[in-house]
């Protein structure tokens, strides 16, 4: 019995050893085939991004490290940490995989991995910004007598590293060393195809076009054909020999194998005739491709170049705004959505700019400016979108002649001087126009302009416009601290230019030149602050004036009525505090979150819904140096009008930051956005938003 028990312990003892073997090996294994099934992945995607299957390079890491930590005594052990290197490294933890990459080297040099582990310890000082440490290892492989693969893989590591870095010229070094001297056929014509796609993104269109063309002599797959002829002939419409590249497509489309990119082939054969001037030609394949694709970023970009065909050859902009409208309904992300998008809104603003009142003895001054601004905005929209400039010189002259008491008078014929001295080189007539501009309104803000133009700048000419005493004003106050000069200057702004849009300044500068320097100690400067902002709400200026006054200005300014006290009397008893005494007409102090909302007609604003957003802003917003040192954050309210195609086009700007140059860029990025305003009902097109900017430090600031 003793002998039998003997026996039956070293049979549990074996057994038990031979389960603990069984376990590990097993492990091992696993991650052994996880890790060749994602090596398998990723040598099969050779070109460009490759596939790398991150869940089996994981299942290796965690079943290797279960060797590494179970069993380190292991034959196993290198083959393990062979299998972490290389699994590190395609899942991007760079860190990990030089790690284990110094301790293959370091404690495996006679390992059969270890040539591997310092090509990964190269490519992981790559990754990690060590690029001179990585070009000391990556040379060290290259110069030395070891097989060719690894050689290769350094090289083509060197490579494509500098070609997604966009230093093409550093990675054609690489691909040429590959593809003369130590590449396989397959290494050569993967390197051969990123030199051509690197002469190519360098605008070497002659020697891309060599360089794709030697790839069909090196007997490429479908794909890679494709590639080669399809880049072989955009290169050729770059340097204009359009026949050449449409042969080369056509080479494609004989193939029925290339069936399914029949339709692209089409495209750029239609774009080939339009390069050509074949017009006919393109707009029926244009329409071909319209009517037979099925990818929609095809069919929106062939209807978008028949809205151009349309508005450019033909001239007929009803017909093109409804291709862009066709263009626009398959979405406006993409380059062609966003391009129909703007020439579809150009087009629709010359109904919206169209000649709509007619100058009698009636007509005010207000009515007869706008007039004349959406004239001027009708001529430049046909002189900058629609390319149109002989019908939009003909539109700046009947402005000029219709609207010649406009503010925006002078202003049309310097714009009209120059469309004539650009379009038909006539500069005698163009300053003779601007002549005229310093008889017929010497006094206009625009004065300046016409004096550049003529290089009369700083002559005995530059003088007696409203700019110009604003400047003496700003000397006289700044430089030689003379207040009374500089009061005197502004005052002959405010007696003189009313019409200036450096008048409202002037006033405003007055009443802070007797705050600031003669302050008389009583209510004058606080009620004339008000008096301003009652007199031009809605301006900036007049936020200013509220915002020292802590005052809401009233929606309309009523004259006293027998037996109501005077404005004086009226203010001076708010002031005290006494509301019995104050009428309705004068307002009264407003929380300013609510005051945002208050429009300038004494309406309210309407909270923009969330679901209108901004799809486009046409001069985004930059943190300006200036601001820097304050590194202010904040929201920037303003109101804002739409028009059909979302575009802003009223603004009111209701709170301000301390940095002007921020409120600047501001007004500047909202003025220019375009909202999705097809999600507003039509019916409140016309109302008035509250938008809300957010400025955000920039984050290398924080």
């Known amino acids: 019995m003793k002998l039998l028990s003997r026996y039956t312990f070293i049979f549990a003892v074996l057994i038990t050893a031979l389960s603990a073997g069984c376990v590990y090996y097993n492990t091992f294994h696993n991650a052994k085939k996880a890790f060749n099934h994602a090596e398998d992945s990723r040598?099969?995607?050779?070109?460009?991004?490759?596939?790398?299957?991150?869940?089996?390079?994981?299942?290796?890491i965690e079943k290797s490290l279960k060797v590494i930590e179970n069993h380190p005594d292991s034959k196993y052990y290198d083959d393990a940490l062979h299998v972490l290197v290389v699994s590190y490294f395609w899942t991007e933890q760079y860190g990990r995989a030089e790690w284990s990459a110094r301790e293959m080297i370091a404690n495996y040099e006679d390992s059969k991995y270890v040539k591997n582990a310092r090509l990964y310890l190269a490519k992981a000082k790559l990754e990690q910004g060590d690029e001179i440490g990585a070009m000391v290892d990556f040379e060290a492989l290259l110069n030395e007598d070891i097989d060719r693969n690894y050689k290769v893989d350094a090289a083509m590591a060197l490579g494509?590293?500098?070609?997604?870095?966009?230093?093409?010229?550093?990675?054609?070094?690489?691909?040429?060393?590959?593809?003369?001297?130590?590449?396989?056929?397959?290494?050569?014509?993967?390197?051969?195809?990123?030199i051509a796609d690197g002469r190519f993104e360098q605008f070497q269109f002659k020697d891309a076009r060599g360089a794709y063309l030697q790839i069909l002599g090196m007997e490429p797959n479908l794909e890679e054909r494709y590639h080669s002829l399809f880049r072989a002939a955009n290169c050729s419409y770059n340097i204009l020999q359009i026949d050449?590249?449409?042969?080369?497509?056509?080479?494609?489309?004989?193939?029925?194998?290339?069936?399914?990119?029949?339709?692209?082939?089409?495209?750029?054969?239609?774009?080939?005739?339009?390069?050509?001037?074949?017009?006919?030609?393109?707009?029926?394949?244009?329409?071909?491709?319209?009517?037979?694709?099925?990818?929609?970023?095809?069919?929106?970009?062939?209807?978008?170049?028949?809205?151009?065909?349309?508005?450019?050859?033909?001239?007929?902009?009803?017909?093109?705004?409804?291709?862009?409208?066709?263009?626009?309904?398959?979405?406006?992300?993409?380059?062609?959505?966003?391009?129909?998008l703007l020439r579809s809104s150009n087009i629709g603003k010359l109904d919206k700019y169209a000649r709509t009142i007619e100058i009698d003895s009636t007509t005010s001054k207000e009515a007869i400016d706008e007039a004349a601004f959406t004239q001027f905005q009708l001529s430049e929209l046909l002189w900058i979108d629609l390319n149109k400039p002989d019908t939009a010189i003909l539109e700046m002259?009947?402005?000029?002649?219709?609207?010649?008491?406009?503010?925006?008078?002078?202003?049309?014929?310097?714009?009209?001087?120059?469309?004539?001295?650009?379009?038909?080189?006539?500069?005698?007539?163009?300053?003779?126009?601007?002549?005229?501009?310093?008889?017929?309104?010497?006094?206009?803000?625009?004065?300046?302009?016409?004096?550049?133009?003529?290089?009369?700048?700083?002559?005995?000419?530059?003088?007696?416009?409203?700019?110009?005493?604003?400047?003496?004003?700003?000397?006289?106050?700044?430089?030689?601290?003379?207040?009374?000069?500089?009061?005197?200057?502004?005052?002959?702004?405010?007696?003189?230019?009313?019409?200036?849009?450096?008048?409202?300044?002037?006033?405003?500068?007055?009443?802070?030149?007797?705050?600031?320097?003669?302050?008389?100690?009583?209510?004058?400067?606080?009620?004339?602050?008000?008096?301003?902002?009652?007199?031009?709400?809605?301006?900036?200026?007049?936020?200013?004036?509220?915002?020292?006054?802590?005052?809401?200005?009233?929606?309309?300014?009523?004259?006293?009525?027998?037996?109501?006290?005077?404005?004086a009397e009226v203010d001076n008893a708010e002031i005290a505090g006494d509301e019995s005494e104050v009428?309705?007409?004068?307002?009264?102090?407003?929380?300013?979150?609510?005051?945002?909302y208050v429009t300038s007609d004494g309406?309210?604003?309407?909270?923009?819904?969330?679901?209108?957003?901004?799809?486009?802003?046409?001069?985004?917003?930059?943190?300006?140096?200036?601001?820097?040192?304050?590194?202010w954050e904040g929201e920037i309210a303003f109101q804002i009008k739409l028009d059909f195609s979302g575009e802003v086009v009223d603004l009111v700007q209701k709170t301000w930051s301390s940095i002007d140059e921020i409120n600047i860029r501001a007004e500047e990025a909202v003025r220019s956005m375009v909202f999705n305003a097809q999600l507003l009902p039509p019916e409140e097109l016309k109302s008035w938003w509250m938008y809300k900017m957010t400025i955000v430090l920039p984050s290398n600031l924080r």
């Open 397 to 567: 002259q009947y402005l000029i002649d219709s609207f010649p008491t406009s503010y925006i008078a002078p202003n049309a014929m310097i714009s009209l001087s120059q469309m004539i001295r650009k379009h038909q080189g006539d500069s005698a007539v163009a300053d003779s126009i601007l002549r005229s501009v310093l008889e017929n309104y010497p006094k206009s803000d625009y004065v300046p302009e016409a004096l550049e133009a003529l290089s009369l700048t700083g002559t005995a000419a530059d003088t007696g416009y409203a700019a110009f005493y604003l400047k003496k004003a700003e000397h006289f106050l700044v430089d030689e601290e003379n207040i009374d000069s500089a009061r005197a200057n502004y005052q002959t702004i405010v007696d003189r230019f009313e019409d200036s849009q450096y008048y409202l300044l002037a006033r405003f500068s007055l009443i802070w030149l007797t705050e600031t320097y003669e302050s008389p100690g009583d209510s004058s400067v606080y009620l004339a602050y008000k008096q301003y902002a009652d007199s031009f709400p809605g301006t900036d200026l007049a936020g200013e004036a509220m915002a020292k006054t802590k005052y809401q200005p009233s929606r309309q300014i009523q004259q006293p009525v027998e037996g109501q006290e005077d404005s």
């Open 583 to 596: 009428g309705d007409s004068l307002g009264s102090y407003v929380d300013p979150e609510a005051a945002m």
């Open 603 to 631: 309406g309210m604003a309407m909270d923009l819904p969330n679901k209108v957003e901004v799809i486009e802003t046409r001069e985004p917003f930059e943190y300006p140096a200036e601001a820097y040192g304050s590194k």
């Open 160 to 194: 494509k590293f500098n070609f997604e870095n966009r230093r093409y010229s550093d990675a054609e070094r690489f691909f040429l060393l590959i593809r003369d001297s130590i590449g396989t056929s397959d290494e050569q014509k993967i390197a051969q195809r990123y």
């Open 43 to 60: 040598k099969d995607s050779k070109y460009g991004h490759q596939n790398i299957d991150q869940s089996n390079y994981k299942k290796a």
């Open 244 to 340: 050449e590249g449409m042969d080369y497509l056509k080479k494609l489309m004989e193939n029925e194998k290339y069936y399914d990119s029949l339709n692209v082939l089409r495209m750029s054969i239609a774009e080939g005739f339009d390069w050509e001037g074949d017009i006919e030609q393109a707009e029926l394949m244009y329409h071909k491709v319209a009517s037979e694709a099925k990818r929609k970023t095809l069919i929106q970009k062939a209807q978008y170049n028949l809205g151009l065909i349309y508005q450019y050859e033909y001239d007929k902009l009803t017909e093109a705004k409804e291709y862009y409208d066709k263009a626009i309904d398959l979405g406006h992300g993409s380059d062609a959505g966003k391009g129909a």
